[in-house]
């Protein structure tokens, strides 16, 4: 699986919204793009991924680049709850769910 | 969340000493995972399942064994703990559908000392 980048922290007022990028230029044409995040001792959380369309649910917003080789996950309107690491990770897919967890971003929601 | 618990939720036991820690799902996913997650390494893919009695080898294998006699429950053994295997574990589950989304338990933190 490709590896990602992103950078290690960002603030975000309440409020507002919350963009954060993730490098992904070796990507293959079958991995798909993850966003995960983990408050803070919990277990990690599922928000949303994608292939090359960008794609929308209930808790975030996810834009591919027409190269697939950056993504942004955007929560449109961060409360103090958002809060979180939040990790980017390109996976192929398949049963034996090996997703690389890198260091993530910290994401620091202030009022 | 798919309804996956995990016990105990936090344990100290000492070097030698043989442990099980247990993850329970009620939602019928077929895959579980058990993962560590340590600092300066993330999350680490111990053991797998993908089905009762179908388990497989992750990235972090030695020194764990893992058994699956029901859909529901996965269960992680240290055989002889180690104060390298002090960490936080979790537990996740998957369905059987394509889109290969992961829901994780609330985490055991283990400390062997």
């Known amino acids: 699986d490709a590896k990602t980048t992103q950078p290690p922290s960002m603030d975000c007022a309440e409020g507002r919204a919350a963009n954060l990028p993730c490098n992904h230029s070796?990507?293959?044409?079958?991995?798909?793009v993850y966003w995960y995040r983990q408050i803070h001792s919990q277990g990690p959380q599922y928000i949303i991924h994608?292939?090359?369309n960008n794609e929308t649910n209930e808790m975030a917003s996810l834009i591919i680049t027409e190269d697939r080789k950056s993504s942004t996950l955007i929560l449109p309107h961060a409360t103090l709850r958002d809060t979180a690491v939040y990790y980017c990770?390109?996976?192929?897919?398949?049963?034996?769910?090996?997703?690389?967890f890198g260091k993530g971003t910290k994401l620091s929601v202030k009022p | 969340d798919a309804g996956i618990t995990q016990s105990p939720r936090h344990k100290v036991t000492e070097t030698g000493t043989p442990v099980t820690l247990r993850c329970h799902q009620t939602e019928n996913h077929r895959y579980m995972y058990w993962y560590r997650q340590d600092p300066g390494h993330g999350l680490r893919l111990i053991h797998y399942?993908?089905?009762?009695?179908?388990?497989d080898k992750g990235e972090v294998s030695d020194g764990y064994s893992v058994s699956r006699s029901k859909t529901e429950d996965f269960l992680l053994t240290l055989e002889s703990a180690t104060s390298s295997q002090t960490s936080v574990y979790f537990c996740?589950?998957?369905?059987?559908?394509?889109?290969?989304?992961?829901?994780f338990g609330p985490g055991t933190r283990l400390t062997v000392t």
């Open positions: 996740a589950t998957m369905t059987s559908g394509s889109s290969y989304e992961q829901y």
């Open positions: 994608g292939l090359k």
């Open positions: 070796t990507i293959s044409g079958n991995e798909y």
């Open positions: 399942s993908y089905g009762v009695k179908d388990t």
């Open positions: 990770i390109a996976y192929k897919g398949g049963s034996q769910g090996n997703l690389i």
